[in-house]
């Protein structure tokens, strides 16, 4: 009997209130929670209402310079994330549902468009903590994961040592070894948009910048750093802070949002005000020459604050797109094995402010066209903490839909 079946990590009532089951885990340069979706509830109001008392965020509305000091969450966009985590049978076999719920600090307002491709890494590792996967000593376990989100089919593997340990390794980003997790992406082109190329061109002027539009994993808006005045190299807090550079990167990811033809998850296509506010889509990055040992370099941006290192799915894309002939990042890239005329592994390195990312394309030149099968990359894992939260301030309708969960 998996651990999620007992009566000890299910919803329960003590003191009079009700407490809901979570796992505080990290995954990759991410940290969010990770919650068994049939405990709940299936109303998306009262599931929002859940996740805002669960990190932290604001009930209703906006509260500018919020600090999160309610819930979990931790005030960046990389640290304000849920997954709901479901079981499913098919012809091939059980895996994992993941649905994944990003908040941000000061608002209300939920996002359910994206997948985090950091936090995804700890999936398998949670998976093992309750039971519904297994890992025998010196063996590795592959988890299928299917994404609601984007309909992404990968899968996790995570292994153990002889010793029955769990095979660990270090990152960028992260100070020290944790549990290793490789991720495949299964058939990522197109994820949101459904085309490689969403704007049908490879690379086009958006207000006086050139940039590439590429759909791997997540869409993504790739911009020359020259054409901003910048490398790709710059200290974090130098891009954030430059206000003028800031407000023309939203120009940037608005107007080329709109080209992609963006939806949000009701399947209406996203309005400018829509884009402009977006804490996921489309994520977008300026790229230049490497300094060093990987490919090319890279500042990423998700898109409202620049990332501490490379999100993991954003690397995806931008590996891909430095495999198309023309785009942007073909442009600045140097020392990438181009794609043959069968499928094979093609890795390229990318610079970052956390160091480099290692990313595998599986791709293919065909007729003069890219085919991609999978790209893969590997992150670390945590389960940080595994226990209840108290929900104080719970409405009287999520009570009501969870008290039946605890068995009272």
Known sequence: MHLLQSAEFRPRVRDGLIEFPVHHVRGGTSTGLVIWEPFAPADTVLREELLRHLMGVPLTGSQPGNRQITGLGRGAPTSNKVFFADWETTRDGERLVSTLAQLAGDHA?????VNCGNLSSALPLWALDVGLATAAPGETCDLSIRNTNTGVISTGRIGRVADGALACASIPGVNGEFPAVDLFLHEPVGAKTGQLLPTGQVV???DGRTVSCVDVAVPMVIALAS???KTAHEPLDELQNDTAFMADLRLVWVEAGLRMGLRRRDGELMTVDELARSETQPKVC??????GEGNLAVRYFTPQSV?????VSGGCCLAAAALIPGSVAWQVATGIAAPSGEFADIEVAIENPAGILATTVVARERDGKLEISSAAYRRTAQVLLRGHVPLYRASPELIAALLPLTGR
Do not use: L, N, T
Not at 109 to 113: G, I, K, L
Not at 307 to 311: V, W, Y
């Open 227 to 229: 054409d901003f005045g």
């Open 109 to 113: 307002a939920v996002d359910w468009s």
């Open 286 to 291: 300026i790229v230049g020459a490497p300094q």
């Open 307 to 311: 990332h501490a290192s490379m999100a």
């Open 204 to 206: 086009e002027q958006v």
